[in-house]
């Protein structure tokens, strides 16, 4: 057996044996099931034409089947074959973490913070005895259990993001990539909720496993950050392309990057704007290539959306 066998054979065996309940194993089918689950829901809401949704729709029904170039089938069979090469690499790739080892070494940390906030408060009042050891275990575990995982995920956020807006922005300018690969996605001229990640499988790849990667290593984020992170990334880019522009929904009232933002980028008029994705707009405002709402509608597109 090669070197390369041996790796993926470990790699299979490690993920058998470990707890389908444990943050590693859901890291790799939690997304994959909000996936489905959120785009099914979007799905029935699309086929069952309910008043109160219809309101908000972005396109009619008869937009989807005459402008899209591609069958809802086919999407749905090419978002299969990339969850399964998506949970293969996971199998392979993945390193469980002994439970007994993460306890200790969260144990370490929060002493560190514990030290490092008792020896502040001794700098700046070093007469003072301090007794409230219990107040100070407590934010030492707040800022390790809490604030570092916050600031981790934002930065995982920032990460995925900028691999995104370049690579994207990459696969629109080069008439090669765009041709053979990226043009696959924009078959879909009326995004829907299935169609998030219709994709090449190459792009595929790059865009989503080396993007969740690179968010995951460089954002030292622990196996159960990167499960809600991976999850909740999923749960974004599935509302950017359901469709429906709705006021109430926090994903798109709270980020400025939401279904309308990508929605501009997927029509003729703004194939070569909007390329940041999925969480924020700030790659397209420095670098100019970003079209607003009321920029679209001057070019006489969405009139009938009321404005959020």
Known sequence: MNATSLFINNGLQTFKSQDPWSSEVMALWLPVAAYWVYSITFHFIMKAEIPFFEQYRIHTINDLSKRNKVSVSRVISMVTLQHIIQIALGMIIMHPTDPVISAMKQDKNIQWWFHIILSGLNHLDPHHHYTHI?????????????????????????????????????????????????????????????????????????????????????????????????????????????????????????????????????????IKKNFSQPFFTFWDKLLGTEMTMSEARKKGAYKHLKSN
């Open 134 to 270: 219990r107040t100070i275990s407590l934010i030492a575990k707040t800022i390790h259990c809490i604030v570092i995982p916050c600031i981790r995920f934002l930065v995982a956020m920032l990460v995925m993001d900028a691999h995104q807006y370049f690579l994207h922005r990459l696969f629109h300018m080069n008439k090669f990539l765009y041709k053979h690969i990226h043009s696959h996605h924009h078959r879909l001229y009326v995004p829907y909720a299935f169609g998030a990640l219709y994709n090449h499988p190459i792009e595929g790849f790059l865009f989503d496993s080396v993007g969740a990667s690179l968010a995951f290593e460089l954002s030292g984020m622990s196996s159960r950050s990167a499960m809600l992170f991976f999850t909740f990334s999923t749960i974004k880019t599935v509302d950017d392309h359901c469709g429906y522009a709705l006021p109430w929904d926090p994903l798109q009232f709270l980020f400025g990057n939401n279904v309308q933002y990508h929605d501009i980028h997927h029509q003729q008029f703004g």
